[in-house]
């Protein structure tokens, strides 16, 4: 489980090298976010959520069975929208409510 | 790279670790009293702890027609007895006042019709929690004469005579060490993981089921100080979802999903229903070849399926992201499960600093709240809210008396910058140490090596003999040895020696206390091949203390329900 920081997206703004619980996300040269340590990631997807230029994108690790998807979130309001591309191009997202209880 | 700054910083009250317990204590101390308060959090409140990606229900709550009795009563049960009634009963009557604050601050419960919350099972209630920790770091953050360090990594406490009187700890953001003075000290660190190898032990290491960043700290510092410390013997492992290590919980309890192994049938009731038999019975179910095991999710209907895609979204995302790359849905596949590796966590086991009924450990002034603090099983995230409310409470109430004791045991501030001094010299040694041998990532996989082969990891199926135990506490020492060698290019790899010489304490006292319970009361949890039964003569705590670097093993009589437990001193 890591993350991937699209360089050309991000713009150093250092939210996510903030909200990272482990503290693994640094600023390179250009001061713009790059994953330092990728095997320490939790995969909570902080970082994701955090950032607002939908720089981040995580994935599964081939280790776990990770095939090349790639997932980010983006939101509106109360509303949360996950967005997945799979490795073939395909696209999905599932909306999730804010003010909206789990079900299970 | 040396220690950039120093800084000495004085409060009433320094709660280490700004999580879900810590955070509620300074709410509290806050809502009933004037009480300076500095956290100090490793990482940043927003998203640090257990709940980073969020939780999905309320585990912890006493639902309609229920008692807080009936939850102690399941606690006890659950951990064969060994456990704090006393401890038990005070959390179980807060679960539900914690919770009401909760939604007060935001989080959202389900309701049905009548307004009531809806339940799911007999102790759990429904929620959305994946905005649950920024809820509390928000209300936190809004509280008058409360300091929040971020990035701050706690290394040692400052104890003298037995009286707390700070900790030391350094920035790995801007290379400041700290000593920061208090009357009174919450421990709230959270418990230990990576002690030994875990599931995806490559690349996807850290996709565990506890935070890999709780790494005991707080354990360390407290063995290290001289705290009395309980069961951790007990140690937990999580059934979870293969390869993702997401929660299971929420398919079982959600969509009723039985456990069944290769043959589909339901293995469950063959070994019994409480969290260590579940595990027990897979790895039985494995060991006898009728594995892999599963939750039988096929069948589910699609409404169903759409509904566990979100509620993983809003607690482990790598189980929704696993099940549409993987181009089908629970409903047509059912769920791989398998058993963690073995995790010290005082939040679902009984260990953890030992404490009186108001959560303060056995050193003067240090309280413990949350996962750090043992005896109280189940507490999940209500329960360490509600610890960290009693903690508070119990600071408040006794002020005069903590400030009367700091006073007496207060240093000069020439003392004060000395202890800082020297501090600092021993953060730069490993800051200028040059050509180190061995680096922390080869010794943390030493060290997790040695504890699954020898202290029952999941390659030895989670079992032991004495033998074993005695050559995992021999090579846990050598690689102690080892660490001293260690050397840091920055902040951030300081903290990684730091964290590790945290987890190589921890391994020490729980290989002692696994030898020191000489039965099998918990299959896998502590299955001691030497003494397979389970004996009413262990019907007692197994502590420890250290004491000049040596752990001394102390048993100590079971404490009832209607007790208020104090340390005699």
């Known amino acids: 489980m890591s993350i991937v920081i699209n360089q050309k997206k991000c713009v150093g703004c250092r939210k996510c090298m903030q909200v990272c619980p482990g503290t693994l996300i640094k600023a390179n040269e250009n001061g713009k976010a790059y994953i330092k340590y990728p095997k320490d990631c939790w995969g909570c997807v902080s970082c994701v959520k955090e950032c607002q230029f939908d720089a981040i994108d995580f994935y599964l690790g081939a280790d776990i069975g990770g095939m090349g998807s790639k997932m980010n979130v983006t939101s509106k309001g109360d509303m949360i929208y996950w967005n997945i591309t799979k490795s073939c191009g395909e696209k999905q997202t599932i909306e999730i409510d804010r003010t909206k209880s789990n079900q299970y | ?569």
């Open chain 2, 1 to 569: 790279m040396k220690i950039q700054n120093k800084k000495i910083i004085h409060t009433d009250v320094l709660i280490i670790g700004g999580g879900t317990a810590g955070c509620y204590a300074a709410l509290t101390i806050r809502e009933q009293s004037n009480l300076s308060v500095v956290i100090a959090e490793k990482a940043n409140i927003k998203r640090s702890g257990c709940l980073a990606a969020g939780v999905n229900a309320i585990n912890a709550y006493i639902v309609k027609g229920r008692k807080p009795e009936d939850y102690v009563d399941y606690a006890k049960k659950d951990a064969d007895d060994i456990v704090r009634e006393d401890l038990l009963l005070t959390m179980s009557e807060g679960l539900n006042r914690v919770t009401a604050k909760l939604e007060q601050l935001g989080l959202v419960i389900l309701k049905d019709e009548n307004g009531e919350y809806v339940a799911r099972g007999n102790r759990n209630i429904k929620i959305n929690g994946e905005n649950i920790k920024p809820i509390l770091a928000d209300a936190v953050k809004e509280l008058e004469d409360v300091t929040v360090i971020n990035h701050l990594n706690i290394t040692d406490y400052i104890v003298k005579d037995n009286q707390i009187l700070g900790a030391f700890g350094f920035s790995i953001e801007d290379g400041t060490a700290y000593e920061i003075r208090a009357k009174s000290v919450i421990c709230a660190t959270g418990g230990a993981s990576g002690l030994y190898k875990p599931n995806n032990p490559g690349f996807s290491r850290h996709k565990m089921w506890y935070p890999p960043f709780n790494t005991g700290a707080g354990y360390a510092m407290g063995i290290r100080a001289g705290a009395e410390m309980t069961t951790f013997e007990m140690r937990f492992i999580a059934l979870r979802c293969k390869d993702t290590i997401a929660p299971t919980g929420t398919i079982a309890q959600g969509v009723g999903a039985k456990q069944v192994n290769a043959l589909g049938e339901v293995y469950e009731n063959k070994y019994g229903l409480t969290t260590s038999q579940r595990v027990y019975g897979t790895v039985k179910e494995n060991l006898e070849g009728r594995g892999p095991c599963y939750l039988r999710t096929e069948g589910i209907t699609p409404k169903q399926d759409e509904e566990l895609l979100k509620a993983y979204l809003n607690m482990a995302p790598s189980q929704t992201l696993k099940w549409i790359e993987a181009g089908k849905n629970p409903s047509q596949q059912n769920v791989e499960i398998e058993g963690t590796e073995p995790y010290v966590v005082g939040g679902h086991t009984a260990s953890g600093y030992w404490v009186d009924t108001n959560r303060q450990s056995t050193i003067q002034g240090l309280y413990a709240a949350g996962d750090v603090a043992g005896g109280c099983p189940q507490k999940y995230v209500t329960g360490a809210l509600v610890e960290g409310e009693i903690a508070a409470e119990a600071i408040v109430h006794s002020n005069n008396q903590l400030t009367k004791q700091y006073e007496e045991h207060k240093l000069t501030e020439q003392e004060e910058e000395q202890l800082l001094t020297e501090k600092v010299q021993e953060y730069d040694k490993i800051l200028n140490e040059k050509q180190p041998m061995f680096t922390v990532e080869q010794l943390e996989e030493a060290m997790q090596k040695v504890m699954d082969t020898y202290a029952g990891g999941i390659g030895s199926h989670y079992q032991f003999n004495e033998k074993q135990l005695s050559l995992a506490e021999e090579k846990i020492n050598q690689i102690e040895q080892l660490a001293e060698g260690l050397s840091a290019e920055d902040m951030h790899e300081l903290m990684f020696v730091y964290e590790l010489k945290e987890r190589l304490t921890v391994c020490k006292v729980l290989i002692a206390h696994l030898r020191a319970r000489k039965e099998t009361r918990w299959h896998s949890f502590a299955e001691n091949l030497d003494y397979p039964e389970k004996s009413d003569e262990w019907l007692k705590y197994v502590n420890s203390r250290m004491e000049d670097g040596k752990i001394q093993i102390i048993y100590r009589d079971l404490v009832e329900r209607g007790e208020q437990y104090e340390h005699s001193h």
